[in-house]
């Protein structure tokens, strides 16, 4: 087909359809500047035409009849909306209706959410609170809508990305309302403390490259089955040994600084004063049953990330196994100290965040939260 084609005659491409499922000869007319297409779907949401973005799916104990659409909260820039949509009954599935989680943004508001957003404070509030156990569980990121009306049906919706369980959007990130009311303070920190965001960002990015169970390493009990890895599996592994080392000791940097050198009093003294102005535990407390102090531990996972950052020299796999697993277990006593001693409590949080239902409204069965958008 010519590029001189009228419109009308140009085969029709919506936003979830990929541009790799098209033959040669269509993908000009995807991209064409001025085309009708461009106009109407712009890329790089959000924007005029997408400023709606799902977020993830919510499971409330109320049951929903009909499609509602209401303000919940209030993150940064973000509006966000809880939706309760017609999806239509599915193989197996009895529910007609779903819930979702909409964030709404202005686009002269876009760059600000690389400071900070919902989506991420969400994802990084859920692995915390779960002691960084459920990394991939909870897929909150932005499937945008464009031409958003709440009142259509879930598959009437023009979605940026249109293959919901491979983007994640619904089977595969669902709360439920009691857990989603549970992260609000944590949200609620990290929507003004970049300190804190930092912070979890490092160590959650550790334990993306390597996930350990941390109530069985603070226990020092083994509480159930986990990764044990092999002889074989350590040339692999290495690398993200290397990485997780270095991200723990970038998150303990993030709260307190880093460490001098030791053998100057003056600088001992001044990483001592850092860490007593952000940390409520202290330096000469010891770690975990070792004999040490946190202080002489942070300066030992410090060597470890410089030898981390410039290959491991000679150390063997499993001593390299042991210095990454203690690197994770300070930073996360570290972060869960700042953290904790900083969240708000839940009616603060919900104050803060501009919470418009309350966690009985969420939690307990009410047909009054159902209706048409009004």
């Known amino acids: 087909m010519p590029l001189t084609s009228p419109p009308e005659e140009r085969p029709r491409f919506r936003p979830q359809e990929r541009p790799g499922d098209a033959t040669l000869d269509q993908v000009p007319h995807f991209f064409r500047p001025g085309d009708e297409f461009d106009r109407r779907f712009p890329a790089n949401p959000p924007n005029s035409a997408a400023k709606h973005g799902l977020v993830c799916g919510i499971r409330p104990t109320f049951v929903a009849q009909e499609t509602a659409y209401w303000p919940l909260l209030t993150f940064g820039v973000e509006k966000i909306f809880a939706w309760s949509v017609e999806v239509g009954k599915r193989p197996g599935r009895l529910d007609e209706v779903e819930h979702f989680l909409v964030s709404e943004v202005a686009p002269e508001a876009r760059n600000s959410l690389a400071l900070v957003n919902f989506s991420r404070a969400l994802a990084l509030s859920e692995s915390y609170v779960a002691w960084f156990e459920s990394l991939f569980d909870l897929r909150a990121q932005y499937n945008w809508i464009y031409e958003f009306a709440p009142e259509r049906s879930f598959s009437e919706q023009c979605f940026l ?18 857990r989603f009311l549970d992260l609000l303070p944590c949200m609620a920190l990290l929507e003004n403390d ?4 930092l912070a979890l960002g490092h160590l959650r990015a550790s334990f993306r490259s390597f996930q350990t169970c941390l109530r069985c390493a603070v226990t020092g009990s083994r509480m159930h089955e986990h990764f044990e890895p092999q002889p074989w599996d350590y040339p692999e592994l290495l690398a993200d040994l290397e990485n997780a080392s270095v991200q723990a000791v970038m998150a303990i940097e993030t709260l307190v600084g880093k460490p001098g050198k030791r053998s100057r009093s003056a600088g001992d003294q001044r990483m001592r004063d850092r860490w007593t102005a952000v940390l409520k535990v202290r330096p000469d407390d010891e770690f975990l049953d070792s004999g040490e102090s946190l202080l002489d531990e942070y300066y030992r996972a410090f060597a470890v990330r410089n030898d981390s950052a410039h290959a491991w020299r000679d150390l063997q796999p499993a001593m390299r196994l042991e210095s990454s697993l203690r690197c994770q277990v300070l930073a996360f006593r570290l972060c869960s100290d700042y953290v904790d001693n900083r969240v708000p409590d839940p009616p603060a949080a919900a104050l803060a965040l501009g919470l418009t239902r309350t966690a009985e409204d969420l939690c307990v069965p009410a047909k009054r939260q159902t209706g048409r958008p009004g």
């Open 161 to 178: 990305y249109g293959d919901h369980a491979l983007f994640g959007t619904r089977d595969a990130s669902i709360l439920s309302a009691a």
């Open 194 to 197: 970049s300190k804190a965001r």
